[in-house]
């Protein structure tokens, strides 16, 4: 990246979001554009949060007894084409292998939109009995969906790096049951290490993942008022089992199919992250995720700088139980090097220098709210774990904050109109759950059904588009 983040971010985030929302990702040294239009290339800072998510979310898969596994990229045209509701939705994303060198393969090859048609044909080999089950298998892996209207660095890309979680059960009560385990690892990750809070919620029969019954999902919003779809969770009944002939031998000796999940979270989550999080002056990223949580920077002149430099070294030394880095850089300011780190958005910035060494002290600068306060060099590390964690729980305080102001009701198809125009942001509305009344809706005003909440009470209520009893309330609103 030519000129780096030393030039800072121009664009303002309320002004200008998909122009500083970029700015950010490239000053940052986040991610780049890839040769390939809709590939991201991320860079070690970026993958580094990557990494904290993966670790983070495959330590709770095991502890809930999830395995991982791994299956190629290249699936063939037939398999995709067993379950006919799943290749249709995804036959205008699937990008093919036709040719090796100078031949034609015999069979069209897809690259991996998502796995379940090659690991069902497989799994089918693997499940005899009752005794077999359940099966919960995980893979980390990238995938390629190529077409998209509506492209977004990160947040809409045509290659992802993802979990795709498929579990396979003996009974549909045993499969149900997954639904808030699963999902519930997924909220402890986006809220307690993305620092980024969420609507829980069913989505409508048209958002359903394509083979699936039924569709859960985190709904996300950003600053510029649209909203979303975080990790998910899906419901496959028996519709892939029968496809591919997973069958098993229940307890009484009949014939079953299984009854399957799916899940995943994405690369996506760190678009959202940096989107809500950060500020005008650049990213702002969570200490839990940051690949740096604190940065030193020596203050020195010619006199004091073997001892200064001496000194931090020490002090370096003392955040041993942190990811801290030293910045030893002779060839920048201190102020050039406070705009860098705040354009990466590392967390926590220890200053130290020549007076700081002689009253054996130095200062912590919080990334998030600028906030600047001395500390004795005794008390360094346990000071610094203080205020990484407040900053954790300030960054998701603010996003809930922010979530809240931007959630707005609307009692009819002229206020959710206005809203959305006025406002944007995601809007509660009643609706009786027909397809033409959110069609009415989406003609009224645009957007669509986000989800449909599962922390709810079903009370009665009129729906704002046919008037008919609608005892739950639905999120509406415009989405990436």
């Not at 109109?417 to 809007?427: F, N, Q, S, Y």
Request: one cysteine or more.
């Amino acid at each position: 990246m030519s000129g780096g983040n030393q030039e800072g971010v121009t664009a303002k985030k309320a002004e200008n979001f998909d122009e500083w929302y970029t700015q950010v990702i490239l000053k940052a040294e986040i991610a780049d554009y890839s040769p390939v239009s809709g590939c991201v290339v991320y860079r070690p800072s970026g993958y580094a949060i990557w990494e904290n998510i993966q670790r983070e979310t495959d330590r709770l898969f095991k502890e809930s007894g999830v395995l991982n596994t791994y299956f190629p990229l290249l699936i063939p045209e037939r398999l995709l084409k067993k379950e006919a509701e799943h290749v249709e939705g995804f036959a205008p994303e699937v990008a093919w292998v036709t040719e090796t060198g100078s031949s034609k393969i015999e069979e069209k090859l897809a690259i991996r939109p998502t796995s379940e048609s090659l690991m069902y044909e497989v799994v089918s080999r693997w499940i005899r009995s009752w005794r077999d089950l359940p099966l919960r298998l995980n893979q980390w892996n990238n995938v390629v969906r190529w077409e998209f209207k509506n492209p977004a660095f990160i947040l809409r890309s045509r290659e992802f790096l993802w979990n795709e979680g498929h579990s396979l059960y003996a009974t549909r009560e045993e499969a149900d049951a997954e639904r808030d385990q699963i999902l519930g690892i997924y909220r402890k990750v986006t809220e307690e290490w993305l620092a980024i809070p969420g609507y829980l919620g069913k989505k409508t029969r048209g958002e359903t993942f394509a083979g699936a019954e039924a569709t859960y999902s985190i709904e996300h919003l950003l600053p510029d008022g649209k909203a979303i779809q975080g990790p998910d969770w899906h419901s496959d009944g028996q519709n892939f089992s029968k496809a591919f002939g997973i069958v098993f031998i229940d307890k009484e000796g009949n014939k079953q199919w299984v009854y399957q999940n799916t899940w995943a979270i994405s690369t996506r989550e760190i678009g959202v992250m940096l989107a809500i999080h950060g500020d005008d002056r650049g990213a702002v990223v969570p200490p839990r995720l940051s690949a740096v949580q604190v940065v030193v920077v020596p203050i020195v002149n010619d006199e004091s700088k073997g001892a200064v430099l001496e000194g931090a070294r020490k002090l370096l030394e003392s955040l041993a139980g942190f990811r801290a880095k030293l910045d030893e850089r002779d060839n920048l300011t201190p102020g050039r090097k406070f705009n860098e780190w705040e354009v990466k958005g590392v967390p926590l910035r220890v200053e130290f220098g020549p007076r700081d060494m002689r009253e054996g002290q130095a200062v912590l600068v919080r990334r998030d709210t600028g906030g600047k306060r001395t500390v004795k060099l005794g008390s360094l590390a346990a000071e610094v774990g203080r205020e990484l964690d407040d900053i954790q729980a300030n960054l998701l305080r603010k996003a809930s904050e922010a979530l809240q102001a931007g959630t707005h009701d609307a009692s009819s198809l002229a206020q959710l109109k206005e809203v959305l125009a006025a406002e944007g942001g995601i809007v509660r509305v009643r609706w009786c759950g027909d397809g033409s009344c959110e069609a009415k809706m989406k003609e009224s005003a645009g957007g669509k059904v986000l989800s449909v909440p599962l922390d709810q009470k079903r009370e009665s209520g009129a729906c704002i588009a046919c008037g008919k009893d609608a005892p739950s309330v639905a999120l509406y609103g415009k989405s990436y």
